[in-house]
């Protein structure tokens, strides 16, 4: 499985930016898809996922009413539509997947066996 993310760039605060991540190499839809973030000095940190085929999704608490995360199953990419940007959120974002996350892990980096390169946000007070 490779994945290939995408949109990032500079933005000012309150701004729109969406991010995309192209999957290629999937055998079957059971994946979980997820974007995490990395400040810099910071650990990585949960951003946001949509889980196997239920395609339920759940937010970090910090990113819950700015951001979307969305699914294309045809098109095998998962979107991350963020909204009312803050100078908080900028970091390198990741997109990772996994065949084999339970709900309780969903969160946790090393539940993610599959990882994009990462795209960089950044936002401007």
């Known amino acids: 499985v490779q994945l290939q993310a995408s949109g990032g760039g500079l933005v000012q605060a309150g701004d729109s930016l969406r991010l995309s991540c192209v999957a290629s190499?999937?055998?079957?839809?059971?994946?979980?898809s997820a974007w995490f973030r990395q400040a810099p000095g910071k650990e990585r940190e949960f951003v946001a996922g949509v889980f196997r085929n239920e395609g339920r999704t759940y937010y970090a608490d910090s990113v819950k009413g700015r951001f979307t995360i969305s699914r294309n199953r045809d098109k095998k990419t998962v979107d991350l539509q963020m909204n009312s940007l803050k100078a908080e959120d900028t970091a390198i974002y990741y997109c990772?997947?996994?065949?084999?996350?339970?709900?309780?892990?969903?969160?946790?980096?090393?539940?993610?066996?599959?990882w994009g390169q990462g795209t960089l946000v950044t936002v401007s007070s």
């Open positions: 190499g999937y055998t079957n839809s059971g994946f979980t």
């Open positions: 990772a997947a996994s065949n084999t996350v339970i709900w309780s892990a969903r969160a946790t980096p090393n539940a993610y066996g599959y």
